[in-house]
C-alpha cells in the first residue's frame, strides 16, 4: 500500500469515527443512553475483543463499546490526527511506544495484556510440500501472504525473520501485501496464494478445512500487545474500566480462549 493509499485511508477513517462519536454525543444528550467509548485495536484482536465487548457491556450497561480495527500504524495516525478515539490496542509495541513519547496515551495506564507468536500457513493439502520457511525460497512457490512491513505487525516481524535467515531477497518480490492478517489469511483460505504469514490465533478463527499450520516462525525478541487510554478521551473513567477489563481476570481467560498468552506480570498485578 503507498502512502497517498493509507493516507486518504487514515483521513475516512477519522471522518468516520468523528461522525459516530457526535452521533453517539447527541443520543446520550436527547436520550440518556449509555456513554459510548471507541477502541481502536489491531484487527489479529477483531474476534476475542467482539467476545470482549458483549461481556464488558453486559457487566457495565451504562458504556456502550464500538469497536474499531484495522492495522496499528493505520490506527495509530488516527489518533494522531485528532480521531475521537478512547483506548488504542494494537499489536505493536513500537507503536504504542511512538503514542507514549508524544504524549497521546496516558502513561501509567499503559499495559501488556496478551501476546502470540508468528506461523507459516498454506492452502489445505499443501500441494508444493512446503514444511519450512526456508522452502518459501524455492522457485514453484509463487505468491506468498503478508501484510504492510512498517503498518503491520505481522508485516515487519516476518520481515525481520525472513531477513535473518537470509531469505528476504529471495521471497520478497513474492509477495502479496495486505492491509492486516487478515486479509492475509483470507488469501491462503480462499488458495490464491502459496503460503503467507499470520498469527497462531488467527488459525484458530480460519475457516474449517482451508488452511494448514506449516512451522512457527523464529523470532527474535517476543511479541507483546499494549493496551492504554488515549489522552484526548472525554470519558478517562469509562475507558479505565474498559483497559481494566481486558487486563484483568475475566478479560485474561476470554484471551486464552482464543489462544492468546498472558504475559505473567500484568496478569499478577492485575
Not at 475521537?84 to 513500537?94: E, K
Amino acid at each position: 500500500m503507498n502512502k497517498r493509499n493509507q493516507t486518504l485511508m487514515v483521513v475516512t477513517a477519522i471522518i468516520i469515527l468523528i461522525v459516530i462519536s457526535a452521533f453517539s454525543i447527541n443520543s446520550n444528550d436527547e436520550e440518556q443512553t449509555p456513554t459510548s467509548i471507541i477502541i481502536s485495536a489491531s484487527a489479529v484482536l477483531t474476534e476475542v475483543f467482539t467476545d470482549m465487548e458483549e461481556e464488558f457491556e453486559a457487566e457495565n450497561p451504562d458504556i456502550d463499546v464500538i469497536m474499531n480495527f484495522a492495522n496499528a500504524g493505520s490506527l495509530r495516525m488516527q489518533i494522531e490526527g485528532g480521531g475521537p478515539i478512547d483506548v488504542y490496542a494494537p499489536a505493536d509495541r513500537v507503536q504504542m511506544d511512538i503514542l507514549t513519547s508524544a504524549g497521546f496515551v496516558y502513561n501509567d495506564s499503559r499495559k501488556d495484556f496478551a501476546g502470540s507468536y508468528l506461523v507459516i500457513i498454506v492452502p489445505k493439502g499443501n500441494v508444493l510440500n512446503i514444511t519450512t520457511m526456508e522452502d518459501l525460497s524455492k522457485p514453484e512457490v509463487k505468491r506468498i501472504a503478508f501484510t504492510d512491513t512498517e503498518a503491520s505487525t505481522v508485516g515487519k516481524y516476518a520481515k525481520q525473520s525472513l531477513i535473518e535467515k537470509g531469505l528476504w531477497n529471495s521471497v520478497q518480490n513474492k509477495m502479496i501485501i495486505g492491509d492486516t492478517v487478515k486479509n492475509a489469511m483470507v488469501h491462503v483460505e480462499r488458495g490464491e496464494v502459496d503460503a503467507g504469514f499470520v498469527f497462531m490465533t488467527d488459525v484458530k478463527t480460519a475457516k474449517p478445512d482451508t488452511i494448514e499450520l506449516i512451522t512457527s516462525v523464529p523470532m527474535s525478541e517476543t511479541i507483546n500487545y499494549p493496551i492504554a487510554v488515549v489522552t484526548s478521551t472525554q470519558h478517562q473513567k469509562e475507558s479505565q474500566r474498559f483497559v481494566d477489563f481486558v487486563t484483568g481476570e475475566k478479560g485474561s481467560s476470554i484471551l486464552e480462549q482464543y489462544g492468546f498468552t498472558i504475559p505473567k506480570h500484568d496478569l499478577e498485578g492485575a
